[in-house]
């Protein structure tokens, strides 16, 4: 029997047809639906997948299959590993987490989230504060959100995602142009874009 | 034209950071029983996160939790938590 990997979930819809690669080697990438909300899954035999580089790079190539898919389609992303043993219990979950998806749903409408992270060069000497300042007047007022991620090395100065509307991608891509120009000392790395991970802070327990 | 910069995609570092850290969780007692609806718990924090929203949000919750617990399921359907006004980045005061 066959259990349920799901990527994420997205509004109910009849047309999505995938062209990716499944996690764990599955031959088709489907949808299962509770009213109009649908979650997006592949079949795998293990209840534990393991966290290999190429499955989580599937998991994240089925994410930006779907954000890219015709116009435009809003998902919201699951960790790595989400995996029902049943239909049923997937539906549950539909069901009962359905407002907490929906809600989720209308508040990354539209947006992609971005990451950057600056690495000042080995002798440099850099003020700490005044980067964060100047990151924060250029950038946070073209997102919509932004968090702070472990600054896990010395030579990082800033890590950072910013959840920013596709309208606004051009904008803030300038911006990241313009903050690199005037800062030689500093190492840019500016990533993505990815689906909203770090915007959808939901978790369903079990009583 | 302004001079832009474009993102990299295709950093392994980035995505892993991502995916096996953030997005959705789902505890595993919900995923491998059909747990009663009743018996999910469900943690959510808006996108834009304002202390009234999330307090309204918490309070629709419990309003779920109360209808399904008197078993009133096609009432549940009906409450919509997205009819109030989206938040608003203005409302974002810390």
């Keep these: ?207 | 034209m302004a001079n832009q910069r474009r993102p990299d995609s295709s950093s392994l570092a980035e995505v892993l950071d991502r995916v096996l850290d953030k997005g959705v969780v789902i505890d595993v007692w919900a995923r491998i029983s059909v747990v009663g609806i009743e018996l999910l718990t469900i943690e959510a924090r808006v996108v834009v996160a304002s202390v009234d929203t999330f307090l309204h949000y918490a309070e629709e919750i419990s309003k779920i939790e109360q209808a399904s617990a008197e078993g009133d399921l096609e009432e549940l359907e009906e409450l919509k938590v997205e009819t109030r006004p989206e938040s608003s980045p203005q409302s974002a005061t810390e």
């Design chain 1, 1 to 207: 029997m066959s259990n349920y990997y799901v990527y994420g979930v997205i509004r109910a819809s009849d047309d999505l047809e995938f062209e990716t690669d499944a996690v764990a080697g599955a031959d088709r990438i489907y949808t299962v639906s509770h009213r109009r909300l649908a979650a997006v899954v592949s079949d795998i035999e293990e209840t534990e997948p393991e966290q290999t580089d190429e499955d989580a790079q599937r998991h994240d190539d089925v994410l930006r299959e779907i954000m890219e898919y015709g116009d435009g389609r809003t998902i919201v992303p699951m960790r790595f590993g989400m995996v029902f043993e049943n239909e049923r219990a997937l539906k549950n979950v539909l069901r009962g987490a359905r407002p907490a998806f929906r809600r989720t749903v209308n508040d990354i409408e539209g947006t992609v989230e971005l990451g950057l992270k600056l690495v000042r060069e080995e002798d440099a000497d850099v003020d700490r504060e005044a980067i964060e300042a100047a990151v924060a007047d250029e950038l946070e007022p073209l997102a919509v959100d932004s968090t702070e991620s472990d600054l896990f090395s010395d030579r990082l100065v800033l890590n950072r995602s910013y959840l920013v509307e596709s309208e606004d991608r051009e904008a803030f891509d300038e911006a990241i142009a313009r903050f690199e120009d005037v800062h030689d000392d500093l190492l840019v790395q500016y990533t993505g874009p990815f689906a909203p991970y770090s915007f959808v802070d939901v978790h369903i327990g079990a009583q």
